[in-house]
Nanobody, 125 residues
Framework: QVQLVESGGGLVQAGGSLRLSCAVS????????MAWFRQAPGKEREFVAA????????YYADSVKGRFTISRDTAKNTVYLQMTSLKPEDTAVYYC??????????????????WGQGTQVTVSS
């Protein structure tokens, strides 16, 4: 069993920054590809960013490319999402996800092995 615990969400003004963290416990951290998804009120959950098991490759949704950065720290069993130049449309609950296979986009949602409980990010205009 794998447990994912997100932290770092909050309220920020447009143009500001936040860093989300996802602490992973249970199985070997390096076994899993990691990703961030988000879900805004009334909308479907969508892919934000992903990183391979080795950390050598990252993937981003077009809407966040150039503003968000995903990274992982094997020593701390933690994956991060650094968010800059935040916009009101980034407002959502952000979920951490872990899967044995590479995650590249929203099509992976149905097969994700583990989800975190989510952390709220609110960007005011």
């Amino acid at each position: 069993q794998v447990q994912l615990v997100e932290s770092g969400g909050g309220l920020v003004q447009a143009g500001g920054s936040l860093r989300l963290s996802c602490a992973v416990s249970g199985r070997t951290f390096s076994t899993y590809a990691m990703a961030w998804f988000r879900q805004a009120p009334g909308k479907e959950r969508e892919f934000v960013a992903a990183i391979t098991r080795s950390g050598s490759t990252t993937y981003y949704a077009d809407s966040v490319k150039g503003r968000f950065t995903i990274s992982r720290d094997t020593a701390k069993n933690t994956v991060y999402l650094q968010m800059t130049s935040l916009k009101p449309e980034d407002t959502a609950v952000y979920y951490c996800a872990a899967d044995l296979n590479t995650i590249r986009g929203s099509s992976a949602i149905s097969r994700i092995d583990y989800w975190g409980q989510g952390t709220q990010v609110t960007v005011s205009s």
